[in-house]
């Protein structure tokens, strides 16, 4: 029973340590997506953005 008084707390506080180690990860950019850059790279996408397209195609009233 003397035990429980040391463990209760103990894993208390390792619970919040553990939750402030991941909201540290998670802002500091730990899961961020680290293929999707190098797929975009060798993608087939020869259309230019939908933006510049817009901007270069006059319309139908100039």
């Given amino acids: 029973m003397e035990s429980l008084y ?6 208390i ?7 402030v180690i991941f909201w540290w990860s998670v802002r500091s950019g730990q899961f961020d997506d ?3 850059p190098g797929y975009r790279v060798v993608s087939d996408d020869d259309d230019p953005p939908t ?3 817009e901007k270069s195609v006059p319309k139908a009233g100039d």
Avoid: H, K, N, T
Wanted: charged share 10%.
């Fill in 6 to 11: 040391l463990l209760i707390p103990l894993s």
């Fill in 51 to 53: 933006q510049a397209r």
């Fill in 34 to 36: 680290l293929e999707g």
């Fill in 13 to 19: 506080v390792l619970v919040f340590l553990i939750g």
